[in-house]
């Protein structure tokens, strides 16, 4: 009998492997095949990484981060039967504006995919007079209407929630500055329409522990289960080499996420393979997406590795929960209301 609940649609082919043997020192283990997407993916784009996918209709979407030669970033569409083997679409996301006329980001990255009622939204980051967050939205992959951006610069890393609370949507954020930010925390704020944006709640700092010491950022769409959102996000620390990304993981209260009620002191997954050591930015996984199947409490864990490559990371709800609870650790930052 599972211990916890996962509150989402049925996802029987969610990508899975079993845990391997003699797994130690996280509820999370890496898929034998990483990583999934391999250099040079299409024409004119070099890495593809920092990406989220979701199920739609009989097989998986996905919305990419892909390098161009050129060195700008852009998002790419891209469709797989098995969410583990992908086919691009060769051109970027056309998008437009409410008026359907042509209006395309100067850049954009690290996207999201949160599908809220009947409606798709991607969200990443890009430039509004220095790097923000832009919001854009489709009901059938096919037309993407931008909407209002959000919040003003310097944002980055907005995850929004896959279902309203207290009758608004939630978008968490990092607010940060117009470089390599080397501080930050995650923030909440809500909306009536996706447009308005307000009642902003502190979730969490960065600098519990280590890991995570230098900055933290939104991760996943956060999944909702019985004890709460669980949210995977990503936490950096400083070394003497640069920055470190590791996958941190959370449970935010259900009806207040701005309070976390569990918040793991030890990261879940940290570079320590190859092409997550290696790669344009060494030492970086990067968690955007999850794919989560309530019947038998898996869920898929999609990361950015290295600024290079995407790798995918299984584990069960039960222990993923279970080990945050154990090693729990919070500060009043973390457990408050947020509101100052
Ligand atoms: C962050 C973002 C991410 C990137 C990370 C490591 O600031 O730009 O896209 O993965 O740095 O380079």
New binding site residues.
Partial sequence: MPKYTMYAPKLSNVPWQEKPEGHINSPLWRYTENPIIDRNPLPGVTRI??SAVMPYEDKFVGVFRGEQTNGVPYIYLGWSQDAVHWDFEPEKIPFVDEEGKPFMPIYA??PRLVKVEDTYYIIWCQDFYGAAIGVAKTQDFKHFVRIENPFLPFN?NAVLFPRKVHGNFMMMSRPSDSG??PFGDIFISESPDMVFWGKHRHVMSRGNSWWEGLKIGGGAAPIETSEGWLLFYHGVTQTCNG?V?SIGGAILDIDEPSKVKYRCNNYLLTPEEWFEERGF?PN?T?PCATLHDPETGRIAVYY?AA?SYVGLAFGYLDEIIDYIKDNSKTTNDDTELGRR
């Fill in positions: 990484f920092n990255y690290d980055r390599h930010t920055y990304y930015v970086v990067f950015g600024d």
